[in-house]
């Protein structure tokens, strides 16, 4: 139960919106940037997270992409779930096609509750949760220098952060 690259630009994507003003669409290009992410990828991403009423997407000088709902609304098992599939609480870590209390693998009985806590986890992290971390300067989203993020919000329109430090890094 390993998130894919997909899911984990999608995360990361997501927490760096959260850290944005609401309602403030935000550039793919320059969420690439940040995350140090490809961004034809990256976008790609973003269309499905839309796709899954998680985003809003707009065209235009003023087009981007913005949370459809407050950070506070969105879990990452909402975002894992869109990205990995539904069934990805129920694969087998050693990737058995049948793999149960009756036909368990090795593994099961020693995974099955590691798994269940990382649901949780997944279950109870909201974006705004995450994003407070960030934007305290508590968590990193990318390896990105902090130097580099001074004035974050500048970008797009959205207000400019002077005192606030932003740490954006691959968690």
């Keep these: 139960m390993i998130l894919s690259r997909t899911t984990q630009y999608a995360i990361q994507a ?16 320059t969420i690439a940037a940040h995350l140090k992410s490809p961004p034809t ?3 790609k991403i973003l269309q499905e997270l839309c796709k899954g009423n998680l985003l ?7 087009g981007g992409f913005c949370l459809r709902e407050s950070g506070a609304e969105i ?12 069934g ?17 693998c090795p593994l099961h009985s020693r995974w099955w509750p590691i798994k269940q806590e990382i649901v949780g986890l997944l279950q109870h992290q909201t974006l ?16 990105m220098p902090c130097a580099l993020l001074a ?10 952060a002077t005192s606030q430090k932003i740490y954006l890094n691959e968690w």
Excluded at 16 to 23: D, E, I, L, V
Excluded at 154 to 160: I, N
Aim: proline share 2%; hydrophobic share 40%.
């Design 151 to 160: 004035g974050l919000h500048a970008k797009d329109g959205a207000k400019a």
């Design 14 to 29: 997501l927490i760096y919106m959260a850290t944005q003003p609401a309602g403030i669409a935000v550039l793919n290009r």
């Design 75 to 86: 879990n990452l098992m909402q975002i894992v779930e869109l990205t990995e599939g539904p």
């Design 56 to 62: 809003y997407s707009f065209r235009g000088k003023q």
């Design 88 to 104: 990805f609480t129920e694969e087998c870590v050693l990737g058995l096609k049948v793999c149960s209390e009756k036909t368990a």
């Design 41 to 43: 990828y990256l976008a």
């Design 128 to 143: 705004e949760m995450l994003a407070a971390g960030v934007t305290s300067g508590e968590y990193q989203l990318t390896d």
